[in-house]
């Protein structure tokens, strides 16, 4: 969900007179209502001055724990593909009960590291600085 | 105030704009799925 300190009313207006025309029938995502920063303050991403929320982004698993976090000031977006990336990695790491976990630059189909004795040392053996990239 | 990875995300309540209507979300309504928190300055700006 997206979350701003605009009213629910504001966000009705921004769906359906600018959003709309950027996706098809609007996004998807409830947008959600954080007038006052309430929201915001528990997250610790309210800016008192300016009276509004800075960008931040927190990826919550289905047992309500907080997996990643990522902060950016006003001025520059977020990268989607990296978000999308992070999720399967973590949705990875979940559904093998923490057996496999996601070294750097992992994507699904690429290399997954499995944590024993065995390991130590020899990650290089198994895994190349390259799949950090692309 | 904040967080932390491996924390407990904190709950809210909040009205939203989902679907076409007006809607009270709370994040404890989604448990059991994965969710993405995107906080952002406000609607209408560039970014």
């Given at each position: 969900?997206?979350?701003?300190?605009?009213?629910?009313?504001?966000?009705?207006?921004?769906?359906?007179?600018?959003?709309?025309?950027?996706?098809?029938?609007?996004?998807?995502?409830?947008?959600?209502s954080?007038?006052?920063?309430?929201?915001g303050?528990?997250?610790?991403?309210?800016?008192?001055?300016?009276?509004?929320?800075?960008?931040?982004?927190?990826?919550?698993?289905?047992?309500?724990?907080?997996?990643?976090?990522e902060?950016?000031?006003?001025?520059?977006?977020?990268?989607v593909?990296?978000?999308?990336?992070?999720?399967?990695a973590?949705?990875?790491?979940?559904?093998t009960?923490?057996?496999?976990?996601?070294?750097?630059?992992?994507?699904?189909?690429?290399?997954?590291?499995?944590?024993g004795?065995?390991?130590?040392?020899?990650?290089?053996?198994?895994?190349?600085?390259?799949?950090?990239?692309? | 105030?904040g967080?932390?990875?491996?924390?407990?995300?904190?709950?809210?309540?909040?009205?939203?704009?989902?679907?076409?209507?007006f809607?009270?979300?709370?994040?404890?309504?989604?448990?059991?799925?994965?969710?993405?928190?995107?906080?952002?300055?406000?609607?209408?700006?560039?970014?």
């Amino acid at each position: 969900m997206a979350i701003s300190t605009d009213t629910h009313f504001v966000h009705k207006v921004w769906q359906e007179n600018e959003l709309s025309k950027m996706v098809e029938g609007g996004v998807p995502y409830p947008l959600v209502s954080d007038a006052g920063g309430k929201i915001g303050t528990l997250y610790g991403v309210y800016d008192e001055q300016a009276g509004i929320n800075i960008r931040g982004r927190f990826i919550i698993d289905p047992d309500g724990i907080i997996q990643a976090m990522e902060i950016l000031s006003p001025p520059v977006g977020r990268n989607v593909d990296e978000l999308i990336r992070q999720l399967q990695a973590y949705q990875h790491v979940r559904q093998t009960g923490g057996n496999e976990v996601c070294p750097s630059g992992w994507r699904p189909g690429k290399t997954v590291l499995k944590p024993g004795p065995d390991l130590v040392g020899n990650v290089w053996r198994v895994w190349k600085p390259a799949e950090a990239f692309k | 105030m904040g967080v932390r990875v491996g924390q407990q995300a904190p709950d809210f309540e909040a009205m939203a704009f989902v679907s076409g209507g007006f809607k009270k979300v709370k994040l404890s309504d989604y448990k059991d799925k994965w969710v993405v928190l995107c906080f952002y300055p406000a609607d209408f700006t560039f970014v």
